[in-house]
C-alpha cells in the first residue's frame, strides 16, 4: 500500500512558477512509477507527466519545455517544477504510483493523492 500527499499548489500570475512535491510512504514507493495528473474545471482528467525507476520522463505535450518531473528515491518523493505558468494550467494536480512493470510506466496508476490546487492569474 502506497499513500501520497501533494504539496506545493497555490496562485500565481502567468509566467510564474510553482514547485509541486508529493510525497509517498512504503518501503517499495521508489521502485515504482510515478506520474502527475491535472483536472481543470470543466475538463477531464489529463496526464501530465511520468517518471519512472530508472528517471525515464515522459511528458504531455502541452507541458513540455515547461515543466520538469523528477524524484529523489532517498526521500521518496516526486516533485513537479513548472515554470512559464499560463492561465490554461489552472487544474487541480495529483500525483500517482503504480509499481508498473519493474517500475516502468506501463500502465494505468493504481494509487493517487488527494490534490493539491494550482490557479494561474493571466
Known amino acids: 500500500q502506497v499513500q501520497l500527499v501533494e504539496s506545493g499548489g497555490g496562485s500565481v500570475q502567468a509566467g510564474g512558477s510553482l514547485r509541486l512535491s508529493c510525497a509517498a510512504s512504503g518501503s517499495t514507493a521508489n521502485t515504482y512509477c510515478l506520474g502527475w495528473f491535472r483536472q481543470g474545471p470543466g475538463k477531464k482528467r489529463e496526464g501530465v507527466a511520468a517518471?519512472?525507476?530508472?528517471?525515464?520522463?515522459t511528458y504531455a505535450n502541452s507541458v513540455k519545455g515547461r515543466f520538469t518531473v523528477s524524484r529523489d528515491n532517498a526521500r521518496n518523493t516526486l516533485f513537479l517544477q513548472m515554470d512559464s505558468l499560463k492561465p490554461e494550467d489552472t487544474a487541480m494536480y495529483y500525483c500517482?504510483?503504480?509499481?508498473?512493470?519493474?517500475?516502468?510506466?506501463?500502465?494505468?496508476?493504481?494509487?493517487w493523492g488527494q490534490g493539491t490546487q494550482v490557479t494561474v492569474s493571466s
Open positions: 500517482a504510483a503504480d509499481p508498473g512493470i519493474g517500475g516502468s510506466c506501463v500502465a494505468g496508476f493504481s494509487y
Open positions: 517518471i519512472d525507476s530508472d528517471g525515464r520522463t
